[in-house]
């Protein structure tokens, strides 16, 4: 991989509750930017961030799994964390060293216990986020009209990229937000 100057290197979190999607999601970012010739899946056992064998066995994230991609002339450093209470403290000590959050929510589920401390991890390190609703198709499957996650992301006190639960903006740490990420 090339040399990058520090300013166009973004270190991205992908944080959420366990089996939320947030490896397959870095595993369609990789492939959508070239890093990798084919999309990966947990299901298969053959994703980038998951390659210890009890997380190929168990299909959860264990520890966080880091994966780089190029887009736009600038490396992305996605960091897979685990979204299981037991192991949130490595998803709290990845989330240090980010840039931006990507909060991944299961679109059946909605938003879940581990959903909102990694929201809490993010107003904590003043972090600038985006929420993915992930499971879209199977929430249309499941039940009519807007999926659970939907609904709550856009209720008052839910959770919303741009605002804490305060409806003030969140500030980021001397970037100007996801537009500086991944500009689509």
């Not at 736009?72 to 998803?91: E, R, V």
């Not at 107003?123 to 929420?131: G, Q, S, T, V, Y």
């Amino acid at each position: 991989m090339k040399a990058y100057e520090t300013n166009d290197i973004r270190n991205v979190a992908l944080a959420g509750h366990g089996h939320s999607g947030k490896t397959s999601l870095a595993a369609g970012l990789l492939f959508t930017s070239g890093a990798t010739g084919r999309l990966l899946r947990v299901d298969e056992g053959n994703t980038v961030t998951d390659f210890d064998d009890d997380e190929i066995q168990r299909k959860i994230t264990i520890s966080t799994g880091i994966a780089a991609a190029e887009w736009a002339k600038k490396k992305i450093n996605l960091l897979d964390t685990p979204g299981f209470n037991i192991f949130i403290n490595d998803t709290k000590a990845s989330m240090i060293a980010a840039d931006a959050a990507l909060i991944v929510v299961d679109g059946v589920a909605g938003v879940e216990v581990q959903t909102e401390k990694v929201w809490s991890f993010a107003d904590e390190f003043k972090l600038p986020r985006a929420i993915v609703i992930n499971k879209l198709d199977v929430s249309v499957r499941v039940s009519s009209g807007r999926s659970k996650a939907c609904r709550r992301c856009s209720e008052d006190g839910g959770a919303d990229p741009s605002a804490d639960r305060r409806g003030k903006r969140v500030q980021g740490r001397g970037r100007s937000g996801a537009d500086e990420i991944v500009p689509l």
